[in-house]
Nanobody
Framework: QVQLVESGGGLVQPGGSLRLSCAAS????????MNWYRQAPGKQRELVAG???????NYADAVKGRFTISRDNAKKTVYLQMNSLKPEDTAVYYC???????????WGKGILVTVSS
């Protein structure tokens, strides 16, 4: 049974930082690209950041220079360090495990990040 469990969300003031974690089980973690998506109220889900099995990373323009994605294959965990947070970063953040070659996607349940004073 595959599980992706996000943690680390919550309420933070503008300019603050949070670190999201996503712990995976039931998959060969090192073989998957891992991604963070987010969905704000009334908006479509969007890709925030991704990291491949080979440690290549990519970021949405809106978060470049502020967010950093990383992974620890030994712990089967992917992280999203979010700095200089803005109110427009408020969203539910979802962890995604992707193996494009065999068209497999797994999703976490999501975690709320609220940036507000």
């Amino acid at each position: 049974q595959v599980q992706l469990v996000e943690s680390g969300g919550g309420l933070v003031q503008p300019g603050g930082s949070l670190r999201l974690s996503c712990a995976a089980s039931g998959i060969i973690f090192s073989g998957y690209a891992m991604n963070w998506y987010r969905q704000a109220p009334g908006k479509q889900r969007e890709l925030v950041a991704g990291i491949t099995s080979g440690l290549s990373t990519n970021y949405a323009d809106a978060v470049k220079g502020r967010f950093t994605i990383s992974r620890d294959n030994a712990k089967k965990t992917v992280y999203l360090q979010m700095n200089s947070l803005k109110p427009e970063d408020t969203a539910v953040y979802y962890c995604n495990a992707n193996r494009a070659l065999i068209s497999i996607d797994y999703w976490g349940k999501g975690i709320l990040v609220t940036v507000s004073s």
